[in-house]
């Protein structure tokens, strides 16, 4: 945990000091302006900093340590045969930030071992030789316990003849796989002690904080946590108080156009195709492409003064890379979308800079001032082989070594990074930060605070972590979708776990608010049609579209793209691929329940129809054939019908079933050699509902090659929505008159409908 000053003075004199703390605790401070603090008692911690502008408070409220030892093994026989000599080992993984040479594995009896805490969960971690991270041995290890439970806020104003009072009332969820029940949860409120409200004035019970509102100073952050066996992400309420009356905002609310989006990301050297340069005004003329896709919000990759296409390296902050255009030119960019009311998010990259920024070529060579911008290493912990300048070396992530990590304990790279939150907020809508995760929680805390209300904070935090929602940001990367969409779609498991995926956001503990960015690629992986193919690529994008959250294109995805960043395919892009996502876009537009709908996991049958040939040889009949299929006039009928107390279709089991008797090749009666296979447990067809109370809608997914027959667990309507086609429905002849389940739906990759 690290404590700053806010607004930092680089040339100011701070101090913090521990006024109060639990008894049995041995926690001390330094003198630095920026303290790293790891409390070893649970309760509550007081600290005060004296600055230039007198002395401040801060509480911190530590609860148990809920972290698990374990030993994370690697057996010598495990060893990959390419290494040769081991000169050095180390593991990596997000309990340590990805820092290559940070924790080193004692040598134990046939083996490697790394002695650990961890939190309950799955993490994945890596065993490192010689600082080479093409040389690892991945693994992954679950510490059982329970997920975090959750809580949120309301607040109301409650008047009565002499006294208007503030009311706020926390509601508390346990986990899913809690002893607790949401009854047995302990709510704690703190009230923010850099407003000056006075304890005398609050007065809290069970789930509910109450204060006058003549009491109330000019703003009032209250925040509340629930405790079970894990405590959860705090809520926040921000009270203002003017002389028009009291209004209350929730810094964890998403503003109101990003609770939903459909995102678009860029690359943006690479979007104006083969021949011509990449400019602002070059991306400029294309936005009636994004218009057509139904787009909410473009996500640019960096724009800054870089020497790298992909400008993750940053060299100046406060300037436009002159390949792109001027800052008017940026500015354009950003009217012309606005225009077409698709808001802009900014890739805002401050763990780091270029090792060829100026700072750090001045830190490199001992200039003063720059001494404390870049956090460094024991020169033991490096494996580049670089004579780096000084005694020891500089931090950086994984094998980036062109790209350092800043100080964010120097005040100095406080108050520039904060010069550089304050030059762009006012130009875009919202910051997609880049590695979210390396930099500290104290720092993104203020960054929320000066951004503007309706401003929208994206973090890049893989795997992802609740924590970084309390006050910070508001989207979030959905990791968890993302690799199970990965694995569904290239057959390593069954469709089934995009439940769990789902699951897994409850367990986790995010809050209602948190949006989740949900993704098939991105800029850092390879494309999804190149690793899965393009019948899992058309049901997994449709995942993105029709379940809670926003939903994300990568440029180019669209167009059937297989290389990760090349130039965008416009003259030879596959337009039946860009038709299938603009159709999922639109209809996501004109539909809110595949918005706000809550998600109910449908059981499905997939129904297989086989014939015997002559020589006895049994194969599948193709899904287009005409076995078991209605009349025409069955799957002519008109959307209209979608709402209607019957379904036509149902209606005319008589005469579908008359039709099949009919046709000697084409039904059961006549053909004994037809037959049908129930599966009651698909391995790559999943359903679910979206329902909002107000409308209801069908989704199955296909991730096969194939179309597949299913049967739905009720009847429904005779229209796709996503193509407005009739359905292709079959009919089991066999099923009694009104039995819906001999009522089946034919789904090549994506079928969106209603019941009857």
Excluded at 166 to 188: F, G, H, K, N
Excluded at 253 to 262: D, G, I, N, Q, V
Excluded at 491 to 500: H, I, K, L, N
Excluded at 519 to 535: I, K, S
């Amino acid at each position: 945990m690290q404590l700053a000053p806010a607004a930092p003075d680089p040339d100011a004199a701070y101090r913090w000091s521990l006024r109060d703390g639990p008894a049995d605790s041995r926690v001390s401070v330094g003198d630095d302006a920026v303290i790293e603090v790891t409390p070893d008692v649970a309760g509550r911690y007081r600290f005060e900093l004296d600055g230039p502008d007198g002395t401040a408070t801060q509480t911190v409220r530590a609860f148990p340590n809920c972290n698990t030892a374990v030993e994370l093994e690697l057996p010598f026989e495990d060893v990959p045969d390419d290494v040769e000599e081991i000169d050095s080992v180390s593991v990596v993984g997000s309990f340590n930030d990805q820092l290559v040479g940070r924790d080193r594995p004692r040598r134990d009896t046939g083996r490697f071992v790394l002695d650990v805490e961890l939190p309950p969960g799955e993490h994945h971690y890596g065993f490192c030789f010689n600082g080479d991270l093409g040389l690892q041995v991945h693994d992954s290890v679950t510490i059982p316990g329970p997920g975090r439970p959750r809580c949120g806020l309301e607040t109301r104003i409650d008047s009565d003849d002499e006294t208007d009072t503030l009311v706020v009332e926390a509601d508390a969820a346990a986990a899913p796989d809690s002893e607790y029940a949401d009854s047995d949860l302990a709510v704690e409120f703190v009230v923010d002690e850099r407003d000056a409200l006075p304890d005398a004035a609050i007065e809290t019970d069970d789930r509910t904080l109450r204060v006058p509102v003549a009491d109330l100073p000019e703003r009032t952050r209250i925040h509340a946590v629930a405790v079970g066996e894990r405590h959860s992400v705090a809520d926040t309420v921000d009270v203002r108080r003017d002389g028009t009356g009291v209004t209350a905002r929730q810094p964890n609310e998403p503003p109101a156009w990003a609770e939903s989006p459909t995102v678009y990301e860029i690359f943006v050297r690479s979007f104006a195709g083969e021949t011509l340069s990449a400019t602002f005004a070059e991306i400029e003329r294309r936005i009636e492409y994004l218009e057509s896709l139904a787009v909410d919000v473009l996500w640019l990759t960096p724009i800054l003064a870089s020497p790298t296409d992909h400008g993750y390296h940053i060299t100046d902050y406060f300037s436009t890379a002159d390949d792109l255009g001027s800052r008017a030119a940026f500015e354009s960019l950003v009217d012309r979308c606005h225009e077409a009311d698709i808001r802009v998010v900014f890739d805002l990259v401050i763990n780091h800079t270029s090792r060829d920024h100026p700072a750090f070529q001045l830190h490199s060579a001992d200039v003063a001032g720059y001494d404390d911008y870049y956090a460094r290493v024991p020169r033991e912990r490096d494996g580049t082989g670089i004579d780096w300048a000084g005694e020891d070396a500089p931090e950086f992530y994984f094998n980036w070594e062109r790209i350092p990590n800043l100080n964010y304990r120097s005040l100095d790279v406080r108050d520039w990074m904060l010069a550089v939150v304050d030059e762009w907020a006012d130009v875009v809508d919202g910051f997609r930060c880049d590695i979210a995760w390396g930099v500290p929680h104290s720092f993104w805390k203020e960054v929320r605070e000066r951004v503007p209300e309706d401003f929208l904070m994206l973090d890049e935090t893989i795997p992802r972590d609740p924590q970084f929602h309390e006050a910070e940001f508001q989207m979030h990367y959905d990791s968890t979708l993302h690799s199970t969409l990965r694995e569904v779609g290239c057959g390593e498991t069954p469709a089934s776990t995009v439940f769990d995926a789902l699951d897994d956001t409850r367990w986790q503990g995010f809050p209602d608010s948190a949006v989740h960015l949900r993704y098939v690629e991105n800029h850092d992986e390879t494309r999804y049609l190149d690793d899965c193919g393009e019948a899992s690529l058309r049901a997994a994008a449709a995942a993105t579209f029709t379940l809670p959250g926003a939903p994300m294109l990568y440029y180019g995805q669209e167009r059937g793209m297989t290389s990760q960043r090349g130039p965008m395919k416009w003259h030879d892009g596959d337009s039946d691929l860009t038709e299938f996502h603009r159709s999922l876009a639109w209809l996501r537009r004109d539909q809110p329940v595949l918005r706000d709908g809550s998600v109910e996991p449908l059981d499905l049958r997939v129904v297989e129809i086989t014939k015997e040939s002559e020589t006895g040889e049994k194969a599948v009949v193709d899904d287009d054939s005409d076995v078991y299929t209605d009349d025409d006039d069955a799957n002519d009928a008109d959307d209209t019908d979608d709402n209607a107390d019957t379904d036509p279709a149902t209606d005319d089991d008589d005469a579908a079933t008359e039709t099949a008797v009919d046709d000697e090749d084409d039904t059961a009666e006549s053909d004994s050699s037809v037959t049908i296979e129930i599966d009651d447990d698909p391995d790559r067809v999943i359903g679910f509902a979206r329902d909002n109370g107000d409308d209801r809608l069908l989704v199955v997914l296909n991730f096969s090659e194939t179309a597949k027959t299913v049967a739905l667990p009720t009847a429904v309507g005779d229209t796709d929505l996503r193509t407005d086609t009739p359905l292709r429905k079959r009919y089991d002849p066999d099923a009694s008159d009104g039995d819906t389940a001999g009522d089946y739906v034919v789904v090549d990759d994506v079928l969106i409908c209603r019941p009857a």
